[in-house]
């Protein structure tokens, strides 16, 4: 079974500063997905970026980028001058393609992080 | 905009009763999920529909039971609510398209059994 693993439950950046979210996985599949969910005081999960483990290339958006190593496992979130709302809950994600029915789909979610933002 | 609604934000009921949480989804996805998240675990799966009638147990899913009947929802039933069941739910819907597997989630039902 997969199972994904953030072993930091909190961490701290000082506004304006980078800050880096850790996040390993196991799986023996070759082709899946990645994602950085955020989980704002509001509750709702909001979808911060995705990874398909083909793409070689680390995906960004905007202040955020990952450090996708596949050989390692691991799936780091980084987050470039940091801002207060950046300040949440973090998830990382994992899922393998669907099957033709759809089945054996799932997504996987570590246990989060919490992060704060200093003014 | 694709819009994941849950009946209830809060939800109140006691020992022994029968509960239904629903969700809805607006954008004909075929994939829909019922997480519970606590703190300190993170969201833990219950159970995981990929098409009408069609579902799988996830990681937790002793003491709940689930429902889909069209496609656009998919109800999470407790047959006997039990303290150990408080916690806040979430529901989440994904298209089956390859390269577009993210979830999008409804914002939540916290649920105190009492």
């Known amino acids: 079974a997969q199972t994904v693993t953030q072993s930091q439950p909190e961490m701290s950046v000082q506004e304006a500063e980078t800050v880096t979210l850790s996040c390993t996985y196991d799986?023996?599949?070759?082709?899946?997905?990645l994602f950085w969910y955020k989980q704002p005081p509001s509750r709702q999960m909001i979808l911060v970026i995705r990874?398909?483990?083909?793409?070689?290339q680390n995906a960004t958006e905007n202040r955020f980028s990952v450090n996708f190593q596949k050989a390692a496992k691991s799936f780091s979130l980084k987050i470039s001058d940091s801002q207060l709302g950046d300040a949440a809950m973090y998830f990382c994600?994992?899922?393998?393609?669907?099957?033709?029915?759809?089945?054996?789909?799932?997504?996987?979610f570590g246990k989060g992080i919490t992060l704060s933002v200093r003014p | 905009d694709v819009k994941v609604t849950q009946s209830s934000r809060y939800l109140v009921k006691r020992t022994g009763e029968k509960v239904f949480l629903e969700c809805v989804q607006d954008?004909?996805?075929?994939?829909m999920f019922w997480y519970r998240q606590d703190p300190g675990l993170g969201l833990r799966l219950i159970y995981f529909s990929y098409d009408v009638k069609m579902k799988e147990k996830g990681d937790i899913p002793e003491g709940y039971s689930v429902s889909r009947e069209k496609k656009e929802r998919f109800s999470l039933i407790l047959e006997s609510a039990s303290t150990n069941q408080t916690s806040m739910y979430l529901c989440a819907s994904s298209p089956r398209v390859r390269g577009r597997t993210e979830a999008f989630f409804g914002q939540g039902t916290r649920l105190t059994v009492v």
């Open positions: 954008m004909d996805h075929e994939n």
């Open positions: 799986t023996s599949e070759s082709d899946y997905y």
């Open positions: 994600a994992y899922r393998t393609p669907a099957s033709k029915t759809g089945a054996n789909s799932k997504l996987t």
């Open positions: 990874q398909e483990a083909y793409k070689q």
